[in-house]
């Protein structure tokens, strides 16, 4: 069974960082895309960031570009999501993703594996 386990977030304040991880079980990933989503209270689900199998593609919502960092350690199965210079508006509930192909993606209708999420709350 495929499992994505987010870990890392809660409770920090403006200005502050937090790092996320997530561990995949159940299959090896290191030949696919993997991708951050961000979900807020009331809000559609949104991109954050993507990195492809080689960890050489990267991308970023523009909302975090310059404050995140997206890496992976293939060999672990990990993906990590690095947040500096955090700020309220980054409070949401964050879903680490997995795609079916090592091809980088923006859309979340493009990823086929999720995790459970983990809380990131961001005080002023």
């Known amino acids: 069974q495929v499992q994505l386990v987010e870990s890392g977030g809660g409770l920090v304040q403006a200005g502050g960082s937090l790092r996320l991880s997530c561990a995949a079980s159940?299959?090896?990933?290191?030949?696919?895309?993997m991708g951050w989503f961000r979900q807020a209270p009331g809000k559609e689900r949104e991109f954050v960031s993507t990195?492809?199998?080689?960890?050489?593609?990267?991308y970023y919502a523009d909302s975090v570009k310059g404050r995140f960092t997206v890496s992976r350690q293939s060999a672990e199965n990990t993906v990590f999501l690095q947040m500096n210079s955090l700020k309220p508006e980054d409070t949401a509930v964050y879903y680490c993703?997995?795609?079916?192909?090592?091809?980088?993606?923006?859309?979340?209708?493009?990823?086929?594996?999720w995790g459970q999420g983990t809380q990131v709350t961001v005080s002023s």
């Open positions: 990195i492809g199998w080689s960890g050489g593609i990267i």
């Open positions: 993703a997995a795609r079916a192909s090592e091809v980088v993606g923006l859309d979340r209708r493009e990823y086929a594996y």
């Open positions: 159940g299959r090896t990933f290191s030949r696919n895309a």
